[in-house]
């Protein structure tokens, strides 16, 4: 008799064990990969047939794969500064493509992704583009001293880094604070003004290029590694990169740092250069894609996101690390280098059935691809339409580690966790991005505010969604954003317009 009472109470107790055991959140490390300018259907898990990404589709079979995800923003330092900070970045002025001699513009008292990791006692470090500017405002950076302020102190542990985009100056790698390599007899200047030193420009001297610039896009001012660059800069000879490496460097720096804390939780931002212009992959990838150097620089780069999964397989580690594919806008094929991504596009549509790409207010410019992966946390194989934005990162882990940031901490950003882990299929109710004109998402509907200026960019072959009348989309039945029925819906166009009216005064 005894003996029968006691199976049912080690039953309840196996279970609750059990249950508590799967329902206790683990505190997984997070690698978030940020690729640079890779459009919604530059994957082959996304669509794309004429180039293919077999390590990406892997990470998707394997973890969850969003069909409805969003950068903040249609270019690349916004979305980042929204990424950091869960804030909109046009809340705050200055937040636009930064000058590779920009100010740092993360005010260093707030909170941001790295920091509440770090609170959480995790090991953060950043590796790859930086592009949130360096030092103090209203001072010029000394790049030949330690430079005071950068993503050290706004939350990461350990930083490798370049400061702004590969086609701008200066072309170094900095560690921490200090310049790599950087032979002090040499001393770096960096000037966005105006010449200086008399090294050759891609302007003056066309016939030392090896990857030449479009005409009119202005990639041709000092002459790094045969490339033409944005801003002019002096010295440094030694420090400066080979394009062709970048890939490689960067990604020993985030292999170096996934062993060094596999012991220990950890989060990871590796921020790739791949696939912003100048498109220069190195030996191993040059001319394995039938896309020349976009393609190239594809393969280049999910072979990237490979490595870091077979790191993390060699180190035994898969299991209990969350990895976040993403990019931090829409693409672009001819962003200022003549290396014929146009008439090698043949037929691929790099921003998969959206309209617009990089710059643009329209669904190209910021639905991205999101992959997650995170084999004790995530059901494989998953695709959700969960509407989420990579600003929801930061109040989302917050939630996740137990933290509850103030409001003013995260303004724009929502715990979207259970959407992110697949658990939940709604994410967030509306999400207000930018690409010139902002937009307003709720459900099914995207408005698009009135916007003077270009409705296409001649240089990009962009169409950029300014429109001096309002713009509304069902995205339900056209996801391509050719009907516009603002005319036919007014009452619609009201009360959004009205609600983007108020968010934008929160
Ligand atoms: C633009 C550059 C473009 C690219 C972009 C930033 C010109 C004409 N074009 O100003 O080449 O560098 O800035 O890209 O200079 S992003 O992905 O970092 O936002
Ligand atoms: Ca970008």
């Known amino acids: 008799m005894r003996g029968l009472k006691i199976w049912p109470i080690a039953f309840l107790l196996a279970a609750t064990v059990f249950l508590s055991f799967r329902s206790k959140p683990q505190r997984p490390n997070v690698i978030f990969i940020y690729a640079d300018d890779v459009g919604f259907g530059d994957l082959s898990v996304y669509g794309a047939t004429k180039v293919l990404t077999p390590h990406l589709d892997r990470l998707a079979k394997e973890g969850i794969r969003f069909t409805n995800a969003h ?21 705050q002025k200055g937040t636009g493509v930064l000058p590779g001699d920009a100010a740092l513009i993360i005010p260093t008292d707030r909170l ?96 030392l290029l090896k990857l030449p610039a479009s005409p009119d896009h202005g990639h041709n001012n000092t002459i790094v590694n045969g490339i033409g660059r944005i801003g002019w800069m002096t010295g440094g000879k030694q420090a400066r990169w080979t394009d062709e490496e970048v890939a490689h460097v960067f990604l020993s720096k985030a292999k ?8 220990n939780p950890f ?111 995530i059901k494989a194989g998953a695709v959700s339409d969960a509407l989420i934005c990579q600003v929801d990162l930061l109040a989302s882990f917050a939630g996740f580690l137990g933290q509850k940031p103030d409001h003013a901490d995260a303004v724009d950003s929502y715990d979207v966790m259970n959407a992110l882990l697949g658990k939940s299929q709604s994410g967030r109710e509306f999400l207000v991005k930018q690409g010139g004109a902002l937009s307003l998402t709720e459900g099914n509907w ?54 983007l009216e108020k968010i934008r005064q929160d």
Not at 72 to 89: D, E, I, V
Not at 256 to 263: G, H, V, Y
Not at 469 to 491: H, M, V
């Open 71 to 91: 950068a903040s923003s249609a270019t690349c330092t916004p979305s980042r500064f929204a990424l950091m900070t869960g804030g909109y970045p046009w809340r």
């Open 256 to 263: 170096q740092f996934i062993q060094d804390n596999a012991k």
């Open 267 to 377: 989060f990871l931002c590796f921020s790739l250069n791949d696939i912003h212009v100048p498109r220069m992959p190195s030996t191993q990838f040059k001319g394995k894609s039938k896309m020349g150097l976009r393609g190239d620089v594809i393969l280049q780069m999910d072979w990237t996101v490979g490595e870091i999964l077979v790191t993390l397989d060699n180190l035994g580690i898969a299991d209990e690390t969350l990895v976040i594919f993403s990019s931090d806008n829409g693409p672009v094929l001819d962003d200022g280098y003549a290396d014929r991504a146009v008439e090698l596009a043949s037929g691929h549509k790099p921003a998969g059935p959206f309209r617009g790409g990089k710059y643009s207010a329209f669904e190209g410019g910021t639905r991205v691809p999101w992959i997650a992966r995170w084999p004790a946390g």
């Open 446 to 499: 995207k408005y698009i505010e009135p916007r003077e200026g270009k409705a296409y960019m001649e240089l990009t072959g962009i169409e950029t969604g300014a429109n001096p009348k309002p713009q509304l989309y069902d995205l339900s039945r056209d996801q391509g954003e050719k009907t516009n029925l603002a005319e036919k819906y007014p009452a619609k166009v009201k009360t959004m317009a009205a609600r």
């Open 112 to 207: 941001t992704l790295p920091g509440v990791f770090r609170n959480a006692g995790y090991k953060t470090a950043t590796v790859g583009k930086w592009h949130l500017g360096l030092g103090e405002s209203g001072k010029q950076i000394n790049w030949n001293k330690p430079i005071s302020q950068g993503p050290n102190e706004v939350g990461f542990d350990y930083a490798y880094f370049f400061p702004a985009t590969s086609d701008r100056v200066p072309t170094v790698f900095i560690e921490d604070h200090d310049v790599t390599g950087l032979d002090t007899a040499d001393p770096i200047e960096v000037d966005y003004s105006r010449k200086i030193g008399n090294e050759p420009t891609g302007k003056e001297n066309p016939e």
